[in-house]
Every structure is written in C-alpha cells, then in structure tokens.
C-alpha cells in the first residue's frame, strides 16, 4: 500500500467536516434534509431514513390519491346532475309557455316569430317573450263598415233599402241582388280601411 501525505491544514479541514457531518447526523431532521441532497444528487443512492419513511407513508398516501379522486368524481357528478335539472327545468318552461300560447289561440305564425324573438334577445319563457311580441306588435283595429262604430241589425239601412226588401221577398234567391250588396259590402270595407 503505497503512503499518502497530507498537510496539516488538510487534516485539520477534514476533520471539521467530519464533526459537522456527524453533528448534523445526530440530529434526525437533519440527517433527512442530508439523505434528501443525497438523493438529489443520486436518485438511487440508499438512504434508509428516507426510504423506511416512503415505506410507511406508500399506503397511505395511495389511499389519499383515491380519496381525492373520489372527491373530484363525487363533486362532477353532483355538478352534471344540477346542470341537467336546471336544463330540464328550462326545458319545462318552456314546453308549457308554448302549450300556454297555443291554448290562447296563437297561431304557429305567431308562436315562430316569439321563438325567434326568444333566440334574438335570450329569452328562456314564451310567456315573457309573447309580451314583449304583442306590446311590438299590437292587434289591428277592426274594421266597421261604413265607419259609422257600430252593427245594428235591428235598423234598416237608409241607402239599398229597396235591394234589401227584394232580397227578404225572394227568400235569398235573387242572385243578382245578393252579388251587388255584397260587392257594395266589399268596396265599404277597402273605402274604411283606406281612411
């Protein structure tokens, strides 16, 4: 064996280092965060403190990974379930508004344009939407003939009064009477509404 020589100052620095590893060693945090640089260092070296603690720690830190895997499963389920009950419940609303609108007598016409009215503005309630359509677009005014306001049935009419009388002697037969007063009643009509 061939003979090494050293100078004093070397085996004085070694030997510091060698009571400050052994201090630090002693102490068990210590020894941890020295057998975790050892690991950094090389990632297969033995360090026993470290490897009895993943040992005992393995079990149980497999069961935390599953217990917060079964949280996130648990927490999307209940958010898919509420996000298809309010879906449903939109759904509803809606299906019901349309039948509300139907038995008010609205026409498929109508109830196109309040579906397109509820996709323009985002509207989820016919009911709400019908409102906003009939407060736009309000009913036409009837018409009166003759734009006296009023039907009075029980009166007769001043002018035609004698094509009247022809009609109700014939029973409704006399075609040509009925033709003239009805065309008479057709042009009364677009006269008022031309007004």
Known sequence: MAKVEIDEEEVRRMTALQGT???LWANPEARKLI?????LVDPKAK??????EAAVLEPVNKLAEEFKNFVAETKAEKAEREKNEKLESLRRVRDDGFRRLREQKYTDAGITAIEKLMDEKGILDPLDAAAIFDKANPPQTPVTPGGSGSWNFTELPQEGADQLKKLIDTKGQNDLVSEKMAWDAINDLRGASRR
């Open 35 to 39: 057998q975790r640089a050892q690991k």
């Open 21 to 23: 590893v052994q201090t």
């Open 47 to 52: 360090t026993p403190d470290l490897d009895q």
